[in-house]
């Protein structure tokens, strides 16, 4: 059974079915080779190194093999499924490589309010903020306020607004080198 880059859901749901009821190494192959690479990338984009990025993967697929009869797919994809199983791999390493810190019962009582310098600096550089975006062409005010305040991804703003994404990624671009100048000029 091969599986192509352009496989359905039903086609990788069913070798998943196969796995799990017969030990299908054939759909278990295809389903590597759909789903490895692609595990990989994902590993390297949540910033595993290269080497962690494939032994992660490679783990993945091992628990997909062995937790194939666990896939029920009234309940999520066959790719939701691997993923998951490879997000928590990824925490469960990640949970390996932090050092547990020693708990020091005298830190349970400090004082979590910040200095009052930190209070008025940050007070100081809000006000700035403010004024300079206030000061900025609105186009590209509000440009920086969704992207950095609302948090609205580069693809959501071009849809948003009907522009080309390249032409949203420029006018940050350009946005944020004004507003960094108009801050500097304001030190």
Same mark, same amino acid.
């Given at each position: 059974m091969s599986v192509s880059g352009g496989a359905t859901a039903e086609q990788l749901a069913d070798c998943l079915r196969r796995v799990a009821e017969r030990g299908d190494r054939n759909a278990f192959a295809?389903?590597?080779a759909h789903f490895a690479p692609r595990v990989k990338s994902y590993m390297l %984009?949540?910033?595993a190194s290269a080497s962690q990025? !494939?032994?992660l993967a490679q783990d993945t697929m091992l628990a997909v093999w062995r937790k194939a009869a666990q896939f029920d797919p009234a309940r999520a994809g066959a790719a939701t499924w691997v993923f998951v199983i490879a997000r928590n791999l990824r925490i469960d390493a990640l %949970? %390996? $490589?932090r050092p547990t810190e020693a708990i020091d019962p005298a830190d $349970?009582? !400090?004082d979590a309010t910040p200095a009052a310098d930190a209070i008025l600096e940050s007070a100081q550089a809000e006000r700035a903020l403010g004024a300079a975006l206030a000061g900025m062409p609105e186009d590209q005010a509000m440009l920086l306020r969704l992207s950095f305040f609302e948090d609205h991804a580069h693809a959501d703003i071009s849809a948003r607004l009907g522009l080309p994404l390249g032409t949203v990624k420029s006018r940050l671009r350009r946005a944020l080198a004004r507003l960094r100048q108009v801050l500097e000029e304001t030190r």
């Open positions: 295809a389903l590597f %984009r949540l910033g990025a !494939e032994d %949970r %390996r $490589e $349970e009582h !400090e």
